[in-house]
């Protein structure tokens, strides 16, 4: 299903798929960053989404966890949208 919107600054925004995949999550750690920022990150059980093995992602903040109410073991989505930006 392929959707077409122009942007004012002359690119056309094409979205061509969006695949969707379950996964297991096995556990949460916490990744230290360069400037000593600490983000949350999901060990996923590896699954195969458009081409690529996804076995690990970002959690953004501990308020997210939170909110999504995220515990090890639960059942999560991946979601993976391909988008093809072309200048006109």
Known sequence: M?????YLNG?????????RKETILKDIICQVGRTGVI???????????????I???TLHN??????KGLKIGD???????EMLYQKL
């Not at 501990?62 to 909110?67: A, N, P, V």
Request: hydrophobic residues 40%; aromatic residues 2%.
């Open 75 to 81: 059942h999560v989505i991946i979601k993976n949208k």
């Open 62 to 67: 501990e308020d997210f966890i939170i909110e």
């Open 39 to 53: 983000t949350p990150m999901a060990i996923l059980e590896p699954v195969k989404v458009a081409g690529s093995t």
């Open 11 to 19: 690119q056309l925004h094409i979205n061509i798929r969006l695949k």
């Open 55 to 57: 076995s690990k992602t």
């Open 2 to 6: 392929e959707q077409h919107q122009k």
